[in-house]
């Protein structure tokens, strides 16, 4: 989350407000959340929570709330709901001229404008890992805890372009896969 965060920051230095888009019907993005509130308040940033409900969230009226509010960037907290109206989403973002950020980079395949998570590569590669060793005869329970080690950066320049924004130099090469 704080890397999130600090992406969002180097992009646009200037930043103050940032909201959350999260699914409150769901445990995992509260538990992302506050990991954005405390990631937030590291940068002195002022966070809006704009949460939505399923199974039909109020994108529109989310956006709305984000406009009142003046803020300058989107957090999207990843999950299901969220995943189904990507397009809808980053539709929204743009209109609002909001830059995104999230975990996963399927989001910014759809529209959003930067993304930082896990790889999911490795992170399939370390499931079937977990397989062929129970398959072996090891005990889950036994099999120790591997947290990712390798992260991606994704970029949308299409989307900066629409939001007018120029990516620094030092943010794209470390990108992993930039969409133009």
């Keep these: ?10 992009l646009l ?3 103050s407000r940032v ?8 445990p995992g993005p509260a538990i992302a959340f506050k990991e954005y509130t405390a990631a937030a308040q590291a940068f002195k940033l002022e966070l809006r929570s704009l949460e ?6 109020d994108l529109p009226g989310a956006f709305e709330i984000a406009k009142t509010a003046r803020l300058d960037a ?5 999950n299901p709901l969220m995943g189904q109206r990507a397009k809808q989403v980053f539709e929204l973002a743009t209109k609002n001229r ?3 950020v999230t975990e996963e980079s399927r989001y910014v395949d759809a529209g959003g404008l930067i993304s930082y998570g896990a790889s999911l590569a490795d992170l399939y590669r370390r499931a079937a890992e977990y397989v062929v060793e129970i398959l072996k005869g090891a005990k889950p329970g036994d099999l120790p805890v591997k947290l990712a080690s390798r992260f991606e950066i994704f970029i949308n320049l299409k989307t900066a372009q629409q939001l007018g924004l120029v990516i620094p130099q030092y943010v794209l090469v ?3 896969k930039v969409i133009k």
């Design 174 to 176: 470390q990108a992993d």
């Design 19 to 26: 909201g959350v888009l999260w699914d409150a019907d769901r």
């Design 13 to 15: 230095p200037k930043m």
């Design 74 to 78: 989107l957090i999207l907290v990843a």
């Design 98 to 100: 909001l830059p995104s």
């Design 1 to 10: 989350s704080a890397k999130r965060v600090e992406l969002l920051k180097e």
């Design 52 to 57: 939505v409900h399923g199974p039909t969230p």
